[in-house]
């Protein structure tokens, strides 16, 4: 089952499940604000993904910025840091399988459909 991790409030996030729902294939709407993933379910992600979770941390965002920036944190903190602070969360994720992409732009997203 192919999974988006979908924030409703990003366009690029949009743009990604809009892809998804014109593929005509099935698929998980994850609103990851609200269902904030388990640190096992983090770690899933990122081993489709091949990347480490400091590269899966949107560093523009605030929190980030205000509480993170420019302190040495091992992966466990980062991924404490997402789950505690969800909005770090790089989006649309999309899993299918055990590939997954950052769509970013949203078209990387047809490469694991």
Not at 20 to 43: A, H, W
Request: glycine fraction near 6%; charge should be positive.
């Amino acid at each position: 089952m192919i999974k988006i991790y979908h924030n409703p409030r990003c366009r690029k996030s949009r743009e990604g499940l809009e892809l998804l729902e014109n593929s005509g294939k099935e698929f998980e709407v994850i609103k990851y604000l609200e269902q904030v993933p388990t640190k096992k379910e983090l770690r899933d992600v990122l081993n489709c993904l091949g990347i480490t979770p400091e590269n899966l941390v949107r560093k523009n965002e605030a929190i980030w910025k205000e509480k993170f920036r420019g302190r040495l944190l091992s992966d466990e903190e980062i991924l404490d840091a997402m789950i505690s602070y969800p909005k770090l969360i790089e989006r649309p994720i999309v899993v299918n399988g055990n590939k997954a992409v950052i769509g970013r732009p949203p078209e990387k997203i047809n490469t694991i459909l």
